[in-house]
């Protein structure tokens, strides 16, 4: 399976964990690649709606680019969401697979991109279900 | 072209309209065809948000079935957005080929569907620019 197969696959299990608990949620067509800065996914219920930068990794740690962030922030900070970033760590090791929720500060800055490690992201972030409140 | 690609073409091009005027739009992924209720386009600013069902016709009336509407309806609902229907009307006899936009209260229900008609579209619907408040 290439590597944008997969992607998609991911964004895809996201969208349904969205719609199976009663929030909505799209993927966004031509994410990544439009000229207008676009989340991968946007989901929303009557109180909460946010704009989320999927990612996979099989490593311990992985990278979003200076551009990914901007506009993440960007298209967040106009329509009027909250920029979220989903992770699921897929090495061998991680006994738990589930998508990890973070914030754009919970970000490691450095020179040329933004980077965040598991073990960190764990702490920091969110489950699935604390970041719907249930 | 396809009525698919002249589908996309006419979302597209809304999706610019909205990105040129201060606001966020993107086209979904899969709509229409997705297990789940989606709109065609989401657009919003830090006022307002709106999901929109395109439509494009070369006739003085167009038809939306009663599956499109419901969906819309739900969609909205749920996600927490305003539900429009887009349409521009395209016969060489209408000077203004602009967009107009109508609530799913402007739409006439029949048997089996819902339908607007040109002359009442432009007298009930909006422009985009009174739909984006400029």
């Known amino acids: 399976m290439s590597r944008k197969s997969k992607g998609i696959d991911a964004e895809r299990e996201l969208v349904h964990k969205f ?9 966004i067509a031509g994410s990544g690649s439009m000229k207008y800065p676009s989340p991968d996914i946007l989901a929303g219920n009557n109180i909460k709606k946010i704009a989320i930068e999927c990612k ?5 740690n992985k990278y979003l680019t200076r551009k ?3 506009e993440l922030r960007q298209f ?9 970033v989903a992770v699921k760590f897929t090495n061998k090791d991680n006994k738990n697979k589930d998508w990890i929720f973070l914030t754009l500060e919970d ?6 991109s933004f980077v965040f490690e598991y073990e ?12 719907i409140g249930v």
């Open 19 to 27: 719609n199976n608990n009663g929030w909505m949620a799209v993927r």
């Open 68 to 70: 990914e962030v901007n």
């Open 76 to 84: 967040a900070n106009i329509f009027g969401v909250e920029p979220w």
């Open 56 to 60: 996979t990794t099989k490593s311990n």
């Open 107 to 112: 970000l490691k800055e450095t020179d040329k």
């Open 120 to 131: 960190k992201a764990k702490l920091l972030g969110l489950s699935f279900e604390e970041l």
